[in-house]
Nanobody
Framework: QVQLEESGGGLVQAGDSLRLSCAVSGRTFSRHAMGWFRQAPGKEREFVAAIDWSGTRTSYADPVKGRFTISRDNAKNTVYLQMMNMKPEDTAVYYC??????????????????WGQGTQVTVSS
């Protein structure tokens, strides 16, 4: 069964950078589309970024366009979220999701079959 584990979260100041990682084990990583979502206290989980299984296409939510970059390293079975110029509004628990065989960067929570347990990101102003 597919297992996902996020890491790299922490406390940063506004304007700083942070990189999150999601390590995947189980079924062949290269055939999984991957996505990042986040959930702030009192809010619903929202889409952040996604990448298809081939790495050809990506998708980003409007609040993070131009600041965040999603990438994947199939040799390491890992997907990354590079976050630049972070803002207090980015504070949330960040989750990665996976869907085997999906060749598109899904932007909906229901697009994904498997989820990690999340990593906390806090941005102070």
């Amino acid at each position: 069964q597919v297992q996902l584990e996020e890491s790299g979260g922490g406390l940063v100041q506004a304007g700083d950078s942070l990189r999150l990682s999601c390590a995947v084990s189980g079924r062949t990583f290269s055939r999984h589309a991957m996505g990042w979502f986040r959930q702030a206290p009192g809010k619903e989980r929202e889409f952040v970024a996604a990448i298809d299984w081939s790495g050809t296409r990506t998708s980003y939510a409007d609040p993070v366009k131009g600041r965040f970059t999603i990438s994947r390293d199939n040799a390491k079975n890992t997907v990354y979220l590079q976050m630049m110029n972070m803002k207090p509004e980015d504070t949330a628990v960040y989750y990665c999701g996976a869907h085997y065989g999906m060749d598109r960067p899904g932007v909906r929570e229901n697009d994904y079959e498997y989820w990690g347990q999340g990593t906390q990101v806090t941005v102070s102003s």
